[in-house]
């Protein structure tokens, strides 16, 4: 939940730091795989990474509304910053530069609205329509990256954005149901969590990524606490264990992210992603007895369709991918 940071080039590249990171106190050395070699292994990691993240969306509906979304969202980050501890060593060695800090703290502003609104989101609609709607952040990356980072829009990929966007009015079908202010905070959560990315790429070539991944959390803490005390509500040891279950699930799940895009290419794993909005949609039938919507799914697939088109096409054309993988953007 606290690793929005990656394109196809640099989750492989972070992934691969984050685990020598990890395995640096048992002294051990390997040579890392190619990304390639092991598809399969590639698949199923990613499917435990949909499995992390469906939970973490479950959960926040299981929460309810009772304790208000930032503060939700403040005590997710404030509990899951034990998961850094790991990181210590990485953060003292980094010198920052000043333009660093700059870049991280406006991304961490930037990534502080979309929690809020994701987690605003999870109290207004249904799972499977959060879920969908969270497929477009890679197609704001995409138009983020042509416009301010002088990534060449081809027509190909304008094709796809469209073909996004209209899977977007599936799921929205403004003029036949009624837009929800859920709906509408999903759609600026998106925009949110893909400035964030496009932020986020500006820093990874001048720091460690795991340095990256920890100044997201922290700045996300700080920046969500006034947020939470204005409408601080007092949680019970049932809340905060449920909120720490969440940190959990989410920081399993962005390590599970590194082990599956280390393993194989992103064009593999891709279309597995698919399967957490299947998830999504069975879990808010059978548990929360939400309405299934097909065009809620029909307008998820196409979007989805759309970005692992945009993905593979990258790597056809062996350029370095902007388009980060949907599950790159996660809460």
């Not at 409408?231 to 399993?252: Q, R």
């Not at 299934?292 to 062996?318: H, Q, Y």
């Amino acid at each position: 939940m606290h690793g929005y940071f990656i394109c196809e080039g640099l989750w492989r590249d972070a992934g691969s730091d984050l685990i020598r990171t990890m395995t640096d106190n048992s002294q051990t050395t390997t040579t890392p795989q190619s990304p390639a070699s092991q598809p399969v292994m590639g698949v199923f990691w990613m499917l435990v990474t949909g499995l992390c993240f469906v939970a973490v969306t479950a959960l926040v509906k299981y929460l309810g509304d009772r304790i208000p979304p930032a503060e939700s969202a403040f005590l997710r980050y404030l509990l899951g910053l034990v998961f850094l501890v790991p990181m210590l060593p990485a953060l003292r060695r980094t010198e920052i530069s000043k333009r660093l800090w700059q870049l991280f703290a406006l991304r961490g502003f930037v990534h502080t609205l979309g929690v809020i609104l994701w987690f605003f989101a999870m109290t207004q609609i249904p799972l499977a329509e959060v879920t969908a709607m969270n497929y477009l952040s890679p197609i704001y990356v995409s138009i983020g990256a042509a416009l301010f980072l002088g990534e060449r829009m081809a027509l190909r990929r304008v094709g796809a954005i469209v073909v996004a966007l209209i899977g977007a009015l599936i799921i929205l079908r403004p003029g036949f149901r009624e837009v929800e202010m859920g709906h509408i905070a999903m759609l600026f959560t998106a925009l949110a969590f893909g400035a964030s990315y496009l932020l986020a790429k500006s820093t990874v070539g001048g720091t460690n990524p795991v340095v990256v991944v920890a100044m997201l959390s922290i700045w996300v803490t700080i920046f969500l606490a006034p947020f939470a005390i204005s409408v601080w509500v007092t949680p019970n040891l049932w809340e905060l264990a449920i909120l720490f279950a969440v940190a959990s699930f989410a920081t399993a799940g962005h390590y599970t992210m590194t082990l599956a895009f280390a393993a194989a290419p992103v064009t593999v794993t891709q279309p597995v992603t698919f399967l957490q909005l299947l998830w999504a949609t069975l879990l808010g039938a059978l548990v929360f007895a939400e309405p299934v919507d097909i065009w809620v799914v029909a307008g998820g697939c196409l979007i989805l369709a759309a970005v692992s088109f945009i993905t593979w096409r990258e790597a056809v054309l062996k350029k370095r991918a902007i388009t980060p993988a949907s599950l790159a953007t996660k809460v």
